[in-house]
């Protein structure tokens, strides 16, 4: 049996220089990306509701992600490809990355701590489980066009590929900007199922694992493993243990059959501590 997992990168970016000092949330929270975001779930959920509520220094610019992604469909649908629905997990993990490197002056598809797109938006996401996944960065002058970004991203042979690839069904997009630079995220997925409950971002004994899939998949089984791919936990059926070992940080995967193949569907993130 053979075992899938789909990614898909990108990014075009110009010459980037920090934002001078902390930054705070407009609305009183402390929004400090002096050291990034935290590692385990809470602590990052935490730390993201106040990023995203604004940023000294920093303009969230929510028509241009509008309209970007009415241009995605547009490119899709000239391919005969079907638009993709928008899932706000995606967005935010978005924002927030474009946030990070507004404030802190680079441009990656990981942070300055190491950690992937895909990681973010499960750090947000409590209910979908994903297959396919990719992501677009763009970084250009201030002042320009949501055609004049879209016309950049369709320049790039990968980031024009993720725009109308037929893997992916749902997109989300962010555009922020600072310091006469815009910095514009895309991220893409394909959502494969949907646990039956959220699961929380603190796991207990017996946490719910029950969900439905799209397609033909037949759950195989679930695991729980570290950013660095250290198993933590492993089981099958549709719940947790009565006993859950001490995880700072983790992440659910779940395993699932179709045919001759074994596909792993990413989940949210998860830690037995807050």
Request: glycine letters at 8%.
């Amino acid at each position: 049996m053979l075992r899938h997992t789909y990614k898909f990168l990108s990014v075009s970016a110009l010459a980037l220089a920090a934002l001078s000092g902390p930054s705070f949330a407009e609305a009183g929270a402390a929004c400090d990306l002096s050291n990034g975001y935290a590692v385990t779930p809470a602590a990052f959920q935490q730390e993201a509701n106040a990023c995203l509520k604004g940023v000294n220094g920093v303009e969230t610019d929510t028509v241009m992600a509008d309209q970007l992604m009415g241009l995605a469909g547009e490119q899709r649908a000239s391919q005969g490809e079907a638009e993709l629905s928008s899932l706000g997990s995606l967005s935010e993990a978005a924002r927030l990355h474009a946030l990070d490197m507004a404030v802190r002056g680079y441009a990656s598809h990981t942070d300055l701590e190491g950690r992937s797109h895909l990681d973010r938006v499960r750090m947000i996401e409590r209910s979908a489980l994903l297959g396919a996944f990719g992501a677009n960065i763009v970084i250009v002058k201030a002042g320009a066009s949501a055609e004049d970004v879209q016309k950049v991203i369709m320049a790039d042979e990968m980031n024009a590929a993720n725009i109308v690839r037929n893997e992916f069904d749902h997109m989300g997009v962010a555009a922020v900007e600072a310091n006469g630079v815009l910095y514009v995220v895309q991220l893409f997925a394909r959502v494969d199922g949907q646990l039956n409950t959220p699961v929380p971002m603190t796991a207990v004994p017996r946490t719910n694992l029950a969900a439905s899939y799209s397609d033909k998949f037949e759950p195989v089984g679930w695991s729980v493993v570290s950013a660095s791919g250290e198993t933590l936990m492993r089981g099958i059926g549709s719940k947790m243990p009565a006993s859950v070992p001490d995880i700072s940080e983790g992440y659910l995967q779940m395993d699932v059959e179709l045919g001759n193949n074994v596909y792993t569907l990413r989940g949210p993130a998860i830690s037995s501590s807050l």
